[in-house]
């Protein structure tokens, strides 16, 4: 059965340094999402693609967070500088086309020191 | 912001049908209504969506009122392997989360 792969499954990092993960959706999805999941809470979208595009990213904090999918396959959110309240999992999700269901990955557990 | 309302926390005898509750009090014409389930450590899991019918899948049933204000997940047989998260999600193009119900089934 395909999978939504992310990499990596876990990341320990110090506080003002650079932090990268990779989204790999199923072949053939054309919406991906990146959510952030703060321990006890829901998901929270971060930023939605529909292809290479960004159709939203009202809740990215963009002086720090960046997405991008440059060939509308795979995707990187990457974090410069990491702050201590950005741990959390980072999980990414694909979809056939906006609004269908997603399927998730297992997602990046990030934690800065 | 998530537009749904749900109880925080369910218990569920093992064996006995799991029946989650979720109040749509905004929910649009095009909005579909998605449930999903998050195990500890996991991501979410889609278990089955609707509009305007109920629907059954290998995994649940999904009972919607007429007027769609409201709706109702159900595990015919919960397992302990259905001790989770569960959300219900008003969707047309993107899905946000609430805070979801945590169910636990008991032994």
């Known amino acids: 059965e395909a999978e939504v792969a992310q990499s990596p499954r876990y990341k320990i990092t110090e506080k003002s340094q650079a932090v990268a993960f990779w989204c790999d959706p199923i072949?053939?999805?054309?919406?991906l999402y990146w959510y952030r999941q703060i321990l006890g809470q829901g998901p929270e979208l971060l930023v939605q693609f529909q292809d290479e595009s960004v159709v939203d990213d009202s809740q990215l904090p963009k002086d720090r967070f960046s997405a991008e999918r440059l060939k509308g396959v795979d995707s990187t959110l990457k974090i410069q500088p990491a702050e201590l309240g950005d741990s959390a999992m980072y999980l990414c999700?694909?979809?056939?086309?906006?609004?269908?269901?997603?399927?998730f990955g297992q997602g990046t557990r990030l934690t800065v020191v | 912001d998530a537009k749904t309302t749900q109880p925080t926390s369910m218990d569920c005898a093992e064996g006995r049908a799991a029946n989650l509750p979720c109040n749509h009090s905004?929910?649009?014409?095009?909005?579909?209504v998605y449930w999903y389930r998050q195990i500890h450590s996991q991501g979410p899991q889609y278990i089955i969506h609707g509009l305007k019918n109920n629907e059954t899948n290998e995994m649940a049933s999904l009972i919607i009122t007429e007027d769609r204000k409201s709706s109702t997940l159900i595990l015919p047989h919960a397992t302990l392997r259905d001790t989770a998260v569960y959300y219900c999600?008003?969707?047309?193009?993107?899905?946000?989360f609430g805070k979801g119900t945590r169910l636990h089934i008991l032994p």
């Open positions: 999700a694909s979809s056939s086309h906006e609004g269908t269901e997603a399927f």
């Open positions: 999600i008003d969707c047309d193009d993107k899905i946000i």
């Open positions: 905004t929910i649009s014409g095009n909005e579909y």
């Open positions: 072949s053939g999805h054309a919406t």
